[in-house]
């Protein structure tokens, strides 16, 4: 019999052991919380990256460079679910991805849900970190992190709404806080300076990112769609496009709406014949403590309006599951893994978690 090196890795995303058998498979939904996110070893059958979609653009001399393509880094589990989970950030990777020891050993949900046995994939959109090079100039000038980004990332109603921040004070996590304990500020830190560039105000950025992403699907098969924040609107784009997109777990995303039934303020408007094709896949939108009450009442319509025409959209408002002080970024707190649960029985309800 033949044996496969398999690179395991321990809670803390560092190498761990090296095992020559096949894992056992997975936990489903309904184990512990604890089972599931913290002690179930990780073992990994095959990772590593590569590009997807793009262009190769030539002069008259037919020298060439490619650009405009997007970046996945993958890992592959033993025992994987047949469907993989893509994670889509908005402006940082770090959305998704563990912390070293260093920083306290926090998991987030890339290592949830690869002890969960779903292939993951994270990906940059083009011309956005790892992606890199786009097919013309891009003007790093209208994107240059201004002085008080920091505060107003922190501290925003419409952004990560941690806490408040008035220097020359320190940050103060608001009361009951999910961010994990981080007394020397070393994970703050890290976090701040993960964010990348934001290019969402090129007119082609969205259909851009949703063929992009639509091309890696036709390469990896049939997904679930992770997405958040500024990633929320071309994903529903995608999925229009795109009939490999099986479902759509989206954190406080941006919306789009049928012509015709555009709540006041909204501006992002496709077809109906569009929209309806939202209404053919389930659909979870996630929200945590402390979003604006106009805001949830939009979330609120666009689940109304896709359950209206014959979908299957759920939305979940945490507090209402008794979960309190989850952010913005509840992917990387410290109850994502009670987050994750939640998704899994989602996911399971809508028969998507198959071996």
């Not at 809670?11 to 604890?34: E, K, R």
């Not at 501290?155 to 008035?166: D, I």
């Not at 555009?262 to 209404?279: I, N, S």
């Amino acid at each position: 019999m033949s044996h496969r090196k398999l690179v395991g890795r321990s809670a803390y995303g560092l190498p761990a052991v090296i095992l020559l058998a096949v894992a056992t498979s997975g936990h489903t939904f309904a184990a512990s919380s604890q089972q599931q996110g913290q002690n179930a070893p990780l073992v990994i059958e095959s990772e590593g990256s590569f590009a997807f979609a793009g262009k190769v653009e030539t002069d008259a001399t037919g020298q060439s460079r490619h650009c405009d393509h997007g970046y996945a880094d993958f890992s592959l589990p033993v025992g994987a679910r047949k469907v993989p989970i893509v994670m889509w950030h908005s402006t940082s990777v770090k959305t998704w991805t563990s912390d070293p020891p260093f920083l306290g050993g926090h998991q987030n949900f890339q290592d949830i849900f690869l002890r969960r046995k779903w292939p993951v994939y994270i990906i940059d959109l083009p011309r956005q970190g790892r992606a890199n090079y786009g097919c013309f100039a891009l003007d790093y000038v209208s994107n240059w992190p201004q002085v008080g980004r920091d505060q107003r990332t922190f501290a925003g109603a419409v952004a990560w709404r941690l806490g408040t921040w008035v220097p020359p004070g320190p940050p103060t996590f608001f009361n009951p806080s999910q961010f994990p304990d981080d007394p020397t500020g070393a994970l703050l830190d890290q976090t701040l300076r993960a964010r990348y560039p934001d290019n969402e105000q090129l007119p082609d950025a969205f259909p851009l990112e949703a063929d992009s992403v639509s091309k890696l699907l036709e390469q990896i098969g049939a997904s679930i769609l992770f997405t958040h924040s500024g990633s929320g609107y071309p994903g529903w784009l995608t999925a229009i496009k795109s009939p490999k997109v099986l479902s759509v777990v989206s954190f406080e995303p941006g919306y789009l709406w049928p012509e015709g039934e555009v709540p006041p303020g909204q501006t992002r408007v496709v077809p109906l014949a569009d929209f309806l094709k939202l209404t053919k896949i389930p659909i979870e939108i996630i929200i945590g403590d402390r979003y604006p009450a106009a805001s949830l009442a939009i979330a609120k319509a666009f689940v109304d309006t896709v359950n209206k025409h014959g979908g299957n959209a759920k939305l979940i408002y945490l507090p209402d599951l008794g979960m309190f002080g989850n952010s913005h970024i509840m992917m990387m707190e410290k109850n994502n893994v009670q987050v994750a649960d939640v998704v899994s029985q989602f996911l399971n309800e809508n028969g998507l978690d198959k071996h």
